[in-house]
């Protein structure tokens, strides 16, 4: 006890670092990237200042720029100029994230670790992640499958190292790798949102990615935030199902779960640090009110140390740059 035993003894000089848990590394970041089929410029948005749409003959130098910066992964969401009632633009051979991804293969190749988000949520003209019946206006869980196994499917041809299904249908991990076995992607790993709460977190994202709801909300397919336990549940069932990282989001609100996650199943973790808690710092810093790049790291860090592998952040090139 005190005063033979001070905390103190080991917080400063080079001592501190040596006893530091937790460290935040470049490989730990993976970059999203808006990819727009509808402009020929790049378009800065207002509610996540530094994000940025960019249309398809600038993605491969955007990603370049990334590895560049050692980043070594990025997720890619795409905006199509056609959307309709099932989605349709999600998986053509010519739609927009299958021409970036070989654009940046061609770019990149091995360089970059190009994941895509699996969703149908950016490509119905509804704005819902599947199926509608117009009737009851329910979400249809089994017809939306094979959409989804179908967009996988044509993102692996296009070159995808990985896939990432963001819906929350039921059995959509285990479509998505029956789907990429059949095509002789037995290699293709999954990184599945596994435990993705309905969050209010998420409204500067429907922005950029113009996928807001045009009527409901998206809370009879994404998790209740007061719910712990049905994570778990969740991300067992998709690792049953073949996922091969999961994935809890958002981040800092929930790193409670990140912890039970990492701690329950010991498998790969990923972590969405998402649009909404991007914003309140950028907004904060603007004002004067915080300190941006001390804020940005301390969240980082305080992901990594709640349990994840990984993370998905709008920060990854600011917070590569301050690593280097
Ligand atoms: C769905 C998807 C969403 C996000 C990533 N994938 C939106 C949603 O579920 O409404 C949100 C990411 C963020 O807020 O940064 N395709």
């Known amino acids: 006890m005190f005063p033979e035993l001070r905390m103190r003894r080991l917080r400063s000089g080079k001592i501190r670092d040596m006893v530091r848990e937790t ?3 470049v490989d ?3 970059y999203p990237v808006f990819v727009d089929e509808t402009i020929e410029d790049v378009q800065r948005t207002t509610s996540m200042p530094g994000v940025e749409r960019l249309p ?10 990334a590895a560049d910066l050692g980043i070594p992964a990025l997720i890619l969401f795409g905006i199509p100029s056609h959307k309709d009632d099932q989605g ?8 927009i994230v299958q021409k970036a991804l070989r654009e ?3 770019e990149l190749g091995k360089d970059m670790l190009v994941i895509t988000d699996v969703c149908l949520c950016e490509y119905t003209d509804h704005g819902h992640c599947g199926m509608v019946d117009h009737e009851t206006h329910e979400i249809l869980n089994d017809p939306t499958l094979p959409l989804l196994g179908r967009t996988a499917v044509s993102h692996a041809r296009a070159g995808a190292d990985m896939v990432a299904p963001s819906g929350m249908m039921d059995g959509m991990v285990g479509a998505i790798r029956s789907a990429l076995d059949q095509n002789n992607f037995n290699n293709v790993p999954i990184m599945s949102y596994a435990a993705k709460y309905s969050s209010a977190f998420y409204g500067p994202f429907r922005d950029v990615a113009d996928s807001g709801c045009c009527f409901g909300d ?3 397919y994404q998790m209740d935030p007061a719910n712990s336990d049905e994570a778990i549940r969740e991300v067992e069932l998709d ?5 091969d990282i999961v994935m809890v989001k958002p981040a800092l609100p929930y790193l409670d779960i990140i912890h039970r996650i990492k701690h329950e199943f010991r498998m790969p973790t990923a972590a969405y640090n998402v649009s909404g808690e991007y914003a309140m710092i950028k907004a904060a810093a603007q004002n004067g009110w915080l300190d941006e790049k001390k804020v940005m790291h301390e969240s980082l ?5 709640a349990g994840a592998d990984m993370i998905l952040t709008y920060f990854a090139k600011d917070m590569a740059r301050m690593l280097k």
Do not use: C, H, N
């Open 23 to 25: 460290s935040l590394s």
């Open 28 to 30: 730990d970041l993976i």
């Open 56 to 65: 398809l003959k600038m993605v491969a130098d955007d990603a370049k720029q």
């Open 88 to 95: 349709s633009s999600a998986w053509g051979d010519e739609d």
């Open 104 to 106: 940046i293969k061609a």
């Open 218 to 220: 998206r809370s009879t």
């Open 239 to 243: 690792i049953l199902e073949g996922a």
């Open 301 to 305: 860090l305080s992901i990594k140390r």
